[in-house]
Antibody
Framework: QVQLVESGGGLVKPGGSLRLSCAAS????????MSWIRQAPGKGLEWISYIRKNGSAIYYADSVKGRFTISRDNAKNSLYLQMNSLRGEDTAVYYCAREGLSGSYSYWGQGTLVTVSS | DIQMTQSPSSLSASVGDGVTITCRAS??????LNWYQQKPGKAPNLLIYGASNLQSGVPSRFSGSGSGTEFTLTISSLQPDDFATYYCQQSYSLWTFGQGTKVEIK
């Protein structure tokens, strides 16, 4: 069955960096576009980044552009999010998600919590 | 950027009630509209894609309709498992979520 497992979250000081990973299994990872979506405590969902199957196209939300970098390693069935210059407003649960039909996200990981605080 | 506005932000209903949630887009998104259900502490779960297509495994009491800028999610007869927060999401131009609608027990 399809599984997405995020890791790498934790407590980091403002201005610091963190790298999130998402390990995929149960499907042909290289055939799907992937995204990172986050949710601040008690708030709604925010799409933050997308990467095409072979990495040929990448998009970011304005809120993270220039600070976050999405990447993937299809040989390792893994998705990554490098987060630099972290701010308090980046505190959230970060989900990786796999494409579904019509631009939807049909599979989600369990999420990893990133807390940015001094 | 495309903005998505859901209404209401919350509602109270009883088991067996019919419920309708509305989602409006700031511009025409054709039928690139998806609906998700999220329970506390859990990842969202896809219910409807392409405005009106039921995701595999989702009960038939959930249905979606609309096109262009106005969309609705309908739950025909609320069940205890349906008390949750619901989000719409446009996928016409990048991705944007609505602010969510919390469905609570009356």
């Amino acid at each position: 069955q399809v599984q997405l497992v995020e890791s790498g979250g934790g407590l980091v000081k403002p201005g610091g960096s963190l790298r999130l990973s998402c390990a995929a299994s149960g499907f042909a990872f290289s055939n799907y576009y992937m995204s990172w979506i986050r949710q601040a405590p008690g708030k709604g969902l925010e799409w933050i980044s997308y990467i095409r199957k072979n990495g040929s196209a990448i998009y970011y939300a304005d809120s993270v552009k220039g600070r976050f970098t999405i990447s993937r390693d299809n040989a390792k069935n893994s998705l990554y999010l490098q987060m630099n210059s972290l701010r308090g407003e980046d505190t959230a649960v970060y989900y990786c998600a796999r494409e579904g039909l019509s631009g939807s996200y049909s599979y989600w990981g369990q999420g990893t919590l990133v807390t940015v605080s001094s | 950027d495309i903005q998505m506005t859901q209404s209401p932000s919350s509602l109270s209903a009883s088991v067996g009630d019919g419920v309708t949630i509305t989602c409006r887009a700031s511009q025409n998104i054709l039928n690139f509209l998806n609906w998700y259900q999220q329970k506390p502490g859990k990842a969202p779960n896809l219910l409807i894609y392409g405005a009106s297509n039921l995701q595999s495994g989702v009960p038939s009491r959930f249905s979606g309709s609309g096109s262009g800028t106005e969309f609705t999610l309908t739950i025909s007869s609320l069940q205890p498992d349906d008390f949750a927060t619901y989000y719409c999401q446009q996928s016409y131009s990048l991705w944007t979520f609505g602010q969510g609608t919390k469905v609570e027990i009356k």
